[in-house]
């Protein structure tokens, strides 16, 4: 071998010797730093929590970034590359009902490794009176009303990111599902009340509105009442006894109850539901006489009784058949509010379309609820990300709803309720009532629990 192979040779057995193998067989540098993995934060207070963190072998010490954006773009002050040596660093002088990201480096003399992943953690306690929070601004208008959103049990615990941004951003809360009969009923006269408990102590020990929702919708019914052998007057007495059970067990706790959902078809008749069939078109005047009088007999004497439906703006043959049960109702002093769903879409109904629906129940002194908002920006299923156009579009019309909602004279003004917290926990991409054709943003909260334009707008519409 000539000098320059021998050289040559040495550099490459050198290099082979300098180095580690991973387990692909493929050399790596022998002091490569790994990326850290951050863990869960720990003793989350309404100031402070610890962050923690997996040990990188080789690591000398850590960097840990805390920010209130999940992008890093600023840094709480003391928290930017704050170096430290443990596996945790306990991280003070926080706000109340924040959302808080860190993230963490190894380090090892000059080297620094790759960021590791974010975890995001929300301090507990009640933030300060902030106006961008949407019952604030609400409460603070001249006649305030409340501002809703529909929930879920689990939800509910103390902490939770919903929980943070329910104390501070609701006044009002429905269930999503969970005070409908199907879950509630299990049998003639037995009843599972945990989870619908649960939803209306948190509302109760929380000084936060509840609006029940629903005693009578032909979606919600279980199964042992849809397999029902008796007679119809034994099912009408099923269904007598099971409104007058649930609106005693709540009495005094809520503060409204859709006693019955969606009873008019799209064609502007009445729905033909077990309910029609087996109880006659007089069913809808017995559901509420028997809500009034469970009521009354519990002393409950405020209780305000909705009937809810939805696209009654564009659809004018049910508008028509919605009053002429509002007014039948009324006239037996029967009912007292009317739920406008408000499942809309960016383009649809139009401002016109809404004020003129609204404004008949305001001609009849009824309590007006947007009661299940949230709007849909890929209905057609034309865009597979959530573009600026649609986001800007979406903001325009929650705003819209928003201020034609805050016109109205304060004795209709009751409450205005989005469909839910987060886009990706909306009902609308799964429904296969709906069927809607992919996916879609019609919330105020991103999957990270980001406001959104929409939020936005929804605050501009209570200037
Ligand atoms: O969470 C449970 C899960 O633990 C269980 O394994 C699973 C299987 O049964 O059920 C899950 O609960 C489902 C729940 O949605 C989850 O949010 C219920 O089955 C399902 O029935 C329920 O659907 C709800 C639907 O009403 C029927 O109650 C939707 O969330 C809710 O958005 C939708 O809301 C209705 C309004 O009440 C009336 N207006 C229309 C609106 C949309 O359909």
Redesign the pocket.
């Known amino acids: 071998m000539n000098y320059k192979q021998i050289v040559t040779a040495f550099f490459l057995v050198f290099s082979l010797l300098s180095c580690s193998k991973d387990d692909g067989n493929t050399p790596v540098p022998l002091n490569a730093l790994a990326t850290p993995f951050a863990s869960t934060a720990s003793n989350v207070t309404n100031t402070s929590f610890q962050a923690n963190w997996v040990l990188v072998p080789g690591a000398e010490s850590y960097l840990i970034d805390v920010s209130t954006d999940n992008s890093f773009s600023t840094f709480v002050t003391g928290y930017d590359a704050l170096s430290n040596s443990g596996s945790t660093v306990a991280i003070s002088g926080l706000s109340p009902a924040m959302a808080y990201y860190y993230r963490i480096r190894a380090k090892r003399g000059v080297e620094v490794s790759n960021n590791s992943n974010v975890i995001t953690v929300k301090t507990t306690g009640v933030a300060a009176e902030d106006p961008t929070f949407l019952k604030v601004k609400a409460n603070a208008l001249a006649n305030p009303f409340f501002v809703g959103v529909?929930v879920?049990a689990?939800q509910l615990n103390t902490g939770s990111a919903y929980d943070v941004v329910l104390k501070n951003e609701f006044s009002s809360i429905t269930a999503?599902?969970e005070m409908?009969m199907?879950?509630i009923s299990t049998g003639s006269g037995t009843y599972n009340w945990v989870a619908a408990d649960k939803i209306v102590k948190y509302g109760n020990d929380n000084g936060i509105n509840v609006h029940a929702?629903?005693l009578v919708?032909h979606?919600?019914v279980p199964n042992w009442l849809k397999d029902f052998s008796g007679t119809d007057a034994e099912f009408a007495l099923e269904v007598k006894k099971y409104i007058t059970a649930v609106v005693t067990h709540f009495a005094g706790k809520v503060k409204s109850w859709d006693v019955v959902?969606?009873a008019v078809d799209d064609n502007g008749n009445m729905r033909n539901t077990v309910f029609l069939t087996k109880m006659g078109p007089n069913y809808i005047k017995d559901c509420y006489q028997w809500a009034r009088d469970a009521a009354n007999a519990a002393g409950d004497t405020n209780l305000l009784l909705f009937y809810?439906d939805?696209a009654t703006s564009t659809n004018i043959n049910k508008q028509n058949k919605v009053f002429a049960i509002v007014d039948d109702l009324k006239a037996s002093n029967l009912i007292d509010g009317l739920g406008f769903?408000m499942?809309n879409t960016y383009l649809s109904p139009a401002k016109t379309q809404m004020e003129a629906d609204i404004n008949r129940a305001v001609a009849k002194g009824l309590k007006i609820h947007v009661s299940?908002l949230d709007i849909q920006v890929n209905q057609n299923n034309d865009i597979t990300t959530f573009t600026n156009e649609r986001k800007l579009a979406q903001k325009d019309k929650y705003k819209e709803i928003v201020k034609i909602y805050n016109a109205l004279p304060a004795a209709n003004k009751y409450a205005l309720t989005v469909?839910?917290f987060k886009d990706n926990?909306?009902?609308i991409p799964y429904?296969t009532?709906?069927n809607h054709p992919g996916n879609d943003w019609p919330l105020l909260y991103d999957n990270n629990f980001e406001i959104k334009s929409a939020h936005t707008g929804f605050l501009e519409g209570l200037d």
């Open positions: 529909a879920k689990q999503e599902y409908k199907d879950p929702h629903v919708w979606n919600a959902n969606e809810n939805y769903q499942h299940e469909w839910g926990e909306s009902w429904s009532d709906l």
